[in-house]
């Protein structure tokens, strides 16, 4: 079987907290600090890297091990890896899948991450349960441990920053088929590549605009529809989103929000939204859709949530899917706009396909609201 085999050298963990771990590096060597969160899927972890939304983060997997099934360069929901870090308890020194391009060690160097494992994932997870999502620093370079405090305290905090325009689109760009009839114009504050697959496979052709885009701008391309899209930060930080959101819905443009998309369409109605403990991410979390009394298991990953109290009284939207772990917002749709959002990411890459007919349902509402055939 192909893959690698490392000589590990000691890479240091320090949360915010005091809490701290020794354990072995891999990938890049140095030092990198973030906000540390966790992921319970078991596959499709080059997917969750390049995921825009986790910029910033530093991320834990659940599994096991890591790396079994190496890399391959079309695997990717974005151009690079956008995760800060990486934790994880075992990775495989030998890849199974013939058709790999890489070893997940050599692209985790490659793309200039720092990585620890050797580390008792389960008992950091019940921590991070237990105490909330914090910084933490990994240095592969720094031994001690006032040194480690030094370089985290020089860590932003996920509360209140702003990171969507950071990493949307410098230049607006096309996907799918040009000479389609229907045209959706994305709002980019960090969509993931499959996304946009979703919408061209089902006819559309669209156009992904920067984030800081004004609805003016994009309007000159004659959209049938506005698509806001999935990203990372705090959707407080983002009243020039929440604006352009605010405009969408005052044209009557039939409108989609997945993830960040889903937060500022409920701060465009006024419904706030909060920090969660630890958020939700991984590939199997319960979703009920109360239009339909059916259930779905989603793939997820935000650390902020909508309010529940004040999207269940809202007088401009309704509730539409709840999670059934925790009971918090999945889902809204507007009373009388054609406008509605998932918490959650339907495109499912990685993940179960349960929730794709949210891309039919958009598809349907924008041919219907245009008259288009």
């Known amino acids: 079987m192909p893959g690698t085999q490392s000589v590990f050298s000691p890479a240091y963990l320090l949360l915010a907290d005091g809490t701290f771990f020794k354990g072995k590096a891999f990938g890049a060597k140095g030092t990198t600090g973030g906000e540390i969160c966790f992921n319970t899927g078991m596959t499709g972890y080059q997917e969750v890297f390049t995921d825009p939304s986790y910029t910033g983060q530093v991320l834990i997997m659940n599994t096991v091990y890591i790396g079994n099934y190496g890399v391959k360069n079309e695997d990717v929901e974005s151009d690079s890896v956008k995760i800060k870090g990486l934790i994880c308890k075992n990775i495989a020194n030998r890849f199974s899948r013939m058709t790999a391009d890489d070893s997940l060690e050599n692209y985790l160097i490659q793309n200039n991450i720092v990585a620890i494992q050797d580390v008792d994932t389960r008992a950091l997870v019940q921590h991070i349960r237990n105490k909330g999502a914090m910084n933490c620093i990994i ?25 969507s325009s950071e990493i949307s689109t410098k230049e607006p760009y096309t996907y799918g088929n040009p000479e389609s009839n229907m045209r959706i114009a994305v709002m980019d504050f960090g969509v993931k590549r499959h996304i946009l697959q979703c919408m061209a496979d089902r006819g559309a052709f669209l156009k992904v605009f920067p984030a800081k885009t004004t609805y003016e701008t994009v309007k000159e391309f004659q959209p049938h529809g506005v698509f806001i899209s999935n990203g990372p930060g705090d959707p407080a930080s983002m009243e020039y989103a929440v604006q352009t959101v605010r405009q969408v819905i005052a044209d009557n443009k039939p409108m989609f929000g997945i993830c960040l998309g889903h937060q500022l369409l409920a701060r465009a109605n006024d419904i706030p939204t909060f920090k969660m403990h630890h958020g939700h991410r991984g590939l199997n979390h319960p979703v009920k859709n109360l239009v339909t009394g059916k259930s779905e298991i989603t793939t997820q990953n935000h650390g902020f949530g909508v309010v529940p109290e004040a999207a269940q009284t809202s007088d401009k939207v309704e509730v539409t899917h709840i999670n059934l772990n925790d009971g918090s917002i999945e889902g809204i749709r507007m009373k009388n706009k054609p406008a509605f959002s998932v918490q959650y990411h339907p495109e499912s890459t990685p993940g179960p396909h349960d929730s794709r007919y949210l891309f039919d349902d958009f598809i349907a509402m924008v041919k219907r609201e245009n008259n288009l055939s």
């Not at 592969?140 to 990171?163: C, S």
């Open 139 to 163: 240095s592969t370079e720094i031994t001690d441990i006032e040194g480690l405090k030094a370089e985290l305290a020089k860590v932003p905090d996920m509360d209140g920053l702003e990171l």
